[in-house]
């Protein structure tokens, strides 16, 4: 992956300009609390998977930077509202912004990010833009509402209903990204197709890859706590996959543990004794992979060219990082 | 007002049924806390304008109604965020969304309206139109940051500063409204113009005098606890006259009073005592009156005719609400 950051710095380097040049508010609490988050050590897995794909398809234009920022802020307008709405402490290993400046200043900030990339998007004047866009981030939104809806563990969800929830909450816009790439780089519909679905199988492996630094990340290293999915009772493949596995006996242990009030220490490790004993978290990562490899062959119809290896390496890494 | 709600009362109808058809999500929570709120009983205020706007521009076509539905959702997305920052109790005398499915659930169906508008309006496939309803909502978000960042008293804002705060927050989305009625209704430039100047004084006069409610309505009629805003510490015109006109003594006190921690029915009732012997509420009240007249006078390039009749007396009916 250091060779892909390597061979397209130049674009992400201007990515990176536009990001910080672009927030365009005289509010001097918007430009605060959005420079803060958006330096705040994001990998940019979105830009850069925009930009790949315009020079996949032959882009050349310099817009692809500016669209490239638009997406992070995006990005980033969610983990605004995220971080409020999961009460989270810590982001990439830094104080949270609502736990800075309060609630109300990472809600209505993130709610500026996002129209200001709205209004940003539509300046570009080309309609499939604005409709990937905006259906994205509705799907996005959706997704998360599902989230919040399935979290209360009343029944086991099945493998399908959690990757239609992931794939709404975080396929569809690293999906849109891709296409966006497409568009810019004038591609026609069965290609844009095949990037919207190269990003949508990929951020599902990036989600279920992120729901297992859970259960086998370190804290400090990654700036999550270890089980913090598990306290907030968010559904995970690692937790989903026990639950449909283990016999009645100790399913009723571990449903126990999730309905008290409070998980500590010891049941967070007795849950992940458990997983660790049925496979889960070997079984989630196994999955993962499957859609890293669905994801890559969606790039089947594309020759061989720079742009194209980066996009598979970069879905190599979707599974492959920091855990 | 009656008269026009019953001159224009089908294509009100028509909006309604569209608010209630529109929200377009298969996930549950999404319908049932976007219904609640939206059955809310609000006065319908921005697609009556979007209508009559249209209506004054010759529109016959039935695209307005569904139009003006998306942007009823873009407020209603904005009073599930904003009851969720003010920490509210009530809204329209109901017990407020996030108090009945909790704070996450507000953020989240907050952004999916958002979304949802948005997306829908992209579907027009008019230029214009994005182009209008994602400025305004960046300026919308804007002025509810500046307010939040202009809320800590640590000096009195001046009367422009104060105005261009509203136009943002209040203004911008009912310009929009008004404007779009107009790109509906095929104006040229300057009526549409017109139409967004007629909106944005309409949509400050109307901030304003709802900012009075806090000093002179009655709790249980208006759904809104006298001194709410004063105990959020909510700058309003009321309170910025009478510290811009008070003595230095007395302004001491005020300023003594709005820096407790917790104001009690006694301060607020002294600070409502001294608004109105330093004549703050009748200020205000000029001030709202003066923004409907330029908001009229904004019409003056249009011929009579029934829908702008109706415009007008709408303007009127924004300080003449229910208090």
Same mark, same amino acid.
């Given at each position: 992956?250091?060779?892909?950051?390597?061979?397209?710095?130049?674009?992400?380097?201007?990515?990176?300009? @536009?990001?910080?040049?672009?927030?365009?508010?005289?509010?001097?609490?918007?430009?605060?609390?959005?420079?803060?988050?958006? &330096?705040?050590?994001?990998?940019?897995?979105?830009?850069?998977?925009?930009?790949?794909?315009?020079?996949?398809?032959?882009? &050349?234009?310099? *817009?692809?930077?500016?669209?490239?920022?638009?997406? *992070?802020?995006?990005?980033? +307008?969610?983990?605004?509202?995220?971080?409020?709405?999961?009460?989270?402490?810590?982001?990439?290993?830094?104080?949270?912004?609502?736990?800075?400046?309060?609630?109300?200043?990472?809600?209505?900030?993130?709610? $500026?990010?996002?129209?200001?990339?709205?209004?940003?998007?539509?300046?570009?004047?080309?309609?499939?833009?604005?409709?990937?866009?905006?259906?994205?981030?509705?799907?996005?939104?959706?997704?998360?509402?599902?989230?919040?809806?399935?979290?209360?563990? @009343?029944?086991?969800?099945?493998?399908?209903?959690?990757?239609?929830?992931?794939?709404?909450?975080?396929?569809?816009?690293?999906? +849109?990204?891709?296409?966006?790439?497409?568009?810019?780089?004038?591609?026609?519909?069965?290609?844009? *197709?095949?990037?919207?679905?190269?990003?949508?199988?990929?951020?599902?492996?990036?989600?279920?890859?992120?729901?297992?630094?859970? $259960?086998?990340?370190?804290?400090?290293?990654?700036?999550?706590?270890?089980?913090?999915?598990?306290? @907030?009772?968010?559904?995970?493949?690692?937790?989903?996959?026990?639950?449909?596995?283990?016999?009645?006996?100790?399913?009723?242990?571990? &449903?126990?543990?999730?309905?008290?009030? $409070?998980?500590?220490?010891?049941?967070?490790?007795?849950?992940?004794?458990?997983?660790?004993?049925?496979?889960?978290?070997?079984?989630?990562?196994?999955?993962?992979?499957? $859609?890293?490899?669905?994801?890559?062959?969606?790039?089947?119809?594309?020759? *061989?060219?720079? +742009?194209? &290896? +980066?996009?598979?390496?970069?879905?190599?890494?979707?599974?492959?990082?920091?855990?």
């Amino acid at each position: 992956m250091a060779d892909v950051w390597d061979c397209y710095h130049r674009d992400l380097t201007t990515v990176e300009e @536009q990001i910080l040049t672009n927030i365009g508010s005289d509010v001097p609490l918007v430009k605060e609390i959005s420079t803060f988050i958006l &330096q705040g050590g994001g990998k940019r897995i979105r830009p850069l998977l925009l930009v790949l794909s315009a020079r996949l398809c032959g882009c &050349q234009g310099h *817009e692809m930077h500016a669209l490239a920022s638009f997406v *992070e802020y995006i990005h980033t +307008a969610t983990l605004l509202h995220d971080d409020v709405v999961d009460d989270a402490e810590f982001r990439r290993g830094k104080e949270a912004a609502h736990r800075l400046w309060g609630n109300q200043a990472s809600i209505l900030v993130g709610d $500026y990010l996002y129209a200001k990339a709205v209004r940003s998007i539509v300046d570009f004047r080309i309609h499939e833009l604005n409709s990937v866009i905006a259906e994205s981030v509705r799907r996005m939104t959706e997704g998360e509402v599902m989230q919040i809806s399935l979290n209360r563990y @009343q029944r086991v969800l099945s493998q399908t209903e959690y990757v239609q929830m992931i794939e709404r909450k975080t396929g569809a816009l690293i999906a +849109a990204a891709c296409q966006m790439g497409a568009i810019l780089g004038d591609a026609d519909a069965s290609d844009q *197709e095949a990037l919207f679905h190269f990003g949508l199988r990929l951020g599902t492996a990036y989600q279920i890859a992120d729901d297992m630094l859970d $259960y086998v990340g370190h804290g400090d290293r990654l700036g999550k706590t270890l089980g913090t999915d598990l306290r @907030q009772g968010k559904i995970t493949l690692p937790l989903l996959h026990l639950l449909h596995h283990i016999d009645a006996t100790r399913r009723g242990e571990v &449903q126990a543990l999730l309905e008290q009030s $409070y998980l500590g220490q010891g049941d967070i490790e007795r849950i992940v004794v458990l997983m660790n004993e049925y496979g889960s978290v070997e079984y989630s990562m196994a999955i993962a992979c499957e $859609y890293v490899d669905k994801a890559k062959s969606a790039l089947g119809g594309f020759g *061989e060219s720079t +742009a194209k &290896q +980066a996009l598979c390496i970069a879905a190599d890494y979707m599974t492959a990082r920091d855990h």
